[in-house]
């Protein structure tokens, strides 16, 4: 069955400070990778998504993230953080229905950032 | 704003009652997704609807259902409260059937006492 692993429930980095938000995925084919974040009281924001090719993408805010099939990663990455990254940050991958396409999301438990000053 | 509404924003209601969410998709996307987000369950698919045929379904409890209507809103219908269907229920949106970025509403807590 299809799953996303976010194996960190809760990180806090200094601000100004580098940040990797690690996520494992179990897929049975090239899967669609998406990462989400959740402030407060807030709807989910899509910060990058990976469909297929350059396997680094770029997204909102700064923020990366590196595919790496044979670790079947999908770790987001920003060089500096700023305060106002504090949220809540979910992986999710694409399901796979029959037929071969990705559908609806299955997200990670999340991972929490907060920020010191 | 990622275009998809969501209302209403806040909802408390009893055991036993019945609640509608409802939720209008971006302009033009004909996928509509619901989602919900607990403590304990974090971010569970519902149900998808793509252009108003129902097109997969998740780990939607038989109490719950939902529609999606020729002006492509969607409406989720959840009966019988308990205690714990407590949650915040998102809808998202997406151009085609799936294989492209899903947006989402700001979604609607659902309280039950």
């Known amino acids: 069955a299809q799953s996303v692993t976010q194996p960190d429930i809760h990180i806090t980095v200094s601000e100004g400070a580098s940040l990797e938000l690690r996520c494992n995925y179990s897929y049975g084919a090239t899967p669609y990778l998406f990462w989400y974040v959740q402030s407060p009281g807030q709807g989910l924001q899509l910060l990058l998504k990976y469909f297929s090719g350059d396997t680094l993408v770029q997204g909102i805010k700064g923020f990366e993230a590196e595919f790496k099939r044979s670790q079947s990663s999908f770790n987001l990455r920003k060089p500096s953080v700023h305060w106002s990254d504090a949220a809540e940050y979910f992986c999710?991958?694409?399901?796979?229905?029959?037929?071969?396409?990705?559908?609806?999301?299955?997200f990670g438990k999340g991972t929490k950032l907060s920020v010191k000053p | 704003d990622s275009g998809v509404t969501q209302t209403p924003k806040h909802l408390i209601t009893a055991t036993g009652q019945r609640v509608t969410l409802r939720c209008s998709p971006r302009s033009g996307d004909l996928s509509v997704y619901w989602y919900q987000q607990s403590l304990d369950q974090g971010l569970q698919f519902l149900i998808q609807?793509?252009?108003?045929?129902?097109?997969a379904k998740g780990n939607i409890l038989e109490r719950f259902s939902a529609q999606q209507f020729p002006d492509l809103h969607s409406e989720l219908n959840l009966s019988s409260l308990e205690l714990g269907d407590s949650a915040l229920y998102f809808c998202?949106?997406?151009?085609?059937?799936?294989?492209?970025?899903?947006?989402f509403g700001q979604g609607t807590r659902l309280t039950v006492v």
């Open positions: 999710a991958v694409g399901a796979l229905y029959q037929g071969g396409s990705q559908g609806n999301l299955i």
């Open positions: 609807y793509y252009n108003g045929e129902e097109r």
């Open positions: 998202a949106s997406s151009a085609s059937q799936g294989g492209t970025e899903a947006f």
